[in-house]
């Protein structure tokens, strides 16, 4: 494509590529400006019914003009693939800026700092305010469909574009769930959509701006859609203490499962936000969270190191060894196998990641995780322990 002229645009270079097609960068010969190509797979618009849809939703989408909305120039067609022109984004999305911050002190993915994080949230909600003023739900805000241009502006991208991706049905397959993470409980639900299903979905990218981490964050799609339905997002105060709790209520307020209890407009979210920008909350309460467990530990199955299939029955022997163990010190709150086992029943036949034996610390509510490995040799095997509150790994 790299080169080629398609109508009056010349292909410059490949930008990147998403779930619904590939993006290029191009000129447009005719009023000589950079814009942004959009290919459409020719299987999502393969029917007049389906065109017709498509160039309504662009319509709509090309009527938005705001400074914080990435404009919608035309779309056109090429060998009966649609594209849509757009403005040409000098940037990186909203993602590469969150995977880009600094690591926390444990190693895990930092934030952003409050300030700036408030200062994107506050121009994505003026942007969403004026499209749900014109009628228009966007589905599918999340980190990948928010770009940061070189002067340090957002532009949300790709109104208009969720209703032809829910034809395909993509929120059915294992491959999507980096878009599930976003998705409201009414919409994983197939229900009507209005402005708190984007409000949902904004609460999901400010909580991640704010931690670097997704506050719903299951491995697999049903774990993940569960959580989302079921489950109250993991206190803030477990990645960074200098978040205040108002601030926190306000996102807690936008990630209410019921619709009703979330805010009702982007204006009165913008409202909220505003309170927080230069605010300076030193630590909360950071000594003594950990201390408020007492003296706790989970101890699960040990990892087979050992290359032979047969020796997997010691994983649990070993843990099961060391828990009675444990618990023989009166002091120590140990827990009990059962709850651990029934833990680590969502994790069947994986490799622990550290993040995820530090999920099921904080789940089980206890201050260390013990567990390692073992290998033939004629000494035993390699602990690790975790400290779930504060997420070290030692
Ligand atoms: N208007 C634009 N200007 C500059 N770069 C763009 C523009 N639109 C998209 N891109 C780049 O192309 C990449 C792919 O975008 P695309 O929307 O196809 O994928 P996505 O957002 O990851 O997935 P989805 O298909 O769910 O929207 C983006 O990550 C971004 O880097
Ligand atoms: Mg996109």
Known sequence: MVGKTISHYTIIEKLGEGGMGVV????????????????????????????????????????????????????????????????????????DNITSSPLDKWGL?????????????????????????????????????????????????????????????????????????????????????????????????????????????????PALLYQILNESPSPIDRYRDDVSEELEKCILRMLEKEPDARYDSFQSVIKDLQKYIGEEVSSKKPESKPDQNGMSVAVIDFQNITGHGDDEWLAGGIAETVTVDLSKISSLRVVSREKVLKSLAQYSDEKLSDRQVINIGQKQNVRWMAWGAYQKMEVGFVSRHTSPMSRRVI
């Open 109 to 221: 993915q930092g934030g952003l700092s409050i300030d700036t994080a408030i200062s994107y949230a506050i121009q994505i909600a003026e942007a969403l305010s004026v499209a749900h003023d014109k009628g228009i739900v966007h589905r599918d805000i999340k980190p990948e469909n928010i770009m940061i241009d070189s002067k340090d502006r957002i532009k949300v991208m790709d109104f208009g574009l969720a209703k032809i991706k829910g034809s395909m049905n993509l929120t059915r397959s294992g491959s999507t769930v980096g878009t599930a993470r976003y998705m409201s409980p009414e919409q994983i639900q197939g229900g009507e959509l209005d402005a708190r299903s984007d409000i949902w979905s904004f609460g999901v990218v400010l909580y991640e701006m704010l931690t670097g981490q997704a506050p719903f964050q299951g491995d697999y799609e």
């Open 24 to 95: 290029y960068k191009a000129r447009d010969t005719k009023l000589d400006r950079t814009v942004a190509l959009k290919f459409l797979p020719p299987h999502l618009t393969q029917s007049e019914e389906d065109k017709q849809r498509f160039t309504r939703e662009a319509k709509a989408a090309a009527a938005l003009n705001h400074p914080h909305i990435c404009t919608i120039h035309n779309v056109d067609e090429h060998d009966s693939n649609q594209f849509i022109v757009m403005e040409y984004v000098d940037g990186v999305t909203l993602r």
